[in-house]
């Protein structure tokens, strides 16, 4: 059974720092990339991060200089690190992974094969 599972969402005040974990299970995660993409109240999903299996990274302009994504392939876990927090940063975060070999694209949701269910970060001003 596949299983993406975030943790580490919370409340903030701005200018804090997050750190998210996503566990995947139930797959060959070492074929997979993985991304992070995350859906404010009224608004579309987007991606945030993602990294590929050989650990390319790409993150989204608007975090660049803030969020870093990174992977323990041991622990089959992907991880988010978000300093310097806003509150245009709360959102639900929710975890993805997409098969490398098929051409999937770990920026793009709906190429994703897998979700988690997401954890909410709420960042106070």
């Known amino acids: 059974q596949v299983q993406l599972v975030e943790s580490g969402g919370g409340s903030v005040q701005t200018g804090g720092s997050l750190r998210l974990s996503c566990a995947a299970s139930?797959?060959?995660?070492?074929?997979?990339?993985m991304g992070w993409f995350r859906q404010a109240p009224g608004k579309e999903r987007e991606a945030v991060a993602g990294t590929t299996t050989d650990g390319r990274t790409s993150v989204a302009e608007s975090v660049k200089s803030r969020f870093t994504i990174s992977q323990d392939n041991a622990k089959n876990t992907v991880y988010l690190q978000m300093n310097s927090l806003k509150p245009e940063d709360t959102a639900v975060y929710y975890c993805?992974?997409?098969?490398?070999?098929?051409?999937?694209?770990?920026?793009?949701?709906?190429?994703?094969?897998?979700w988690g269910k997401g954890t909410l970060v709420v960042i106070s001003s």
């Open positions: 139930g797959f060959v995660y070492a074929t997979y990339s």
């Open positions: 993805a992974a997409v098969l490398e070999e098929a051409g999937g694209n770990c920026l793009v949701a709906p190429s994703m094969d897998y």
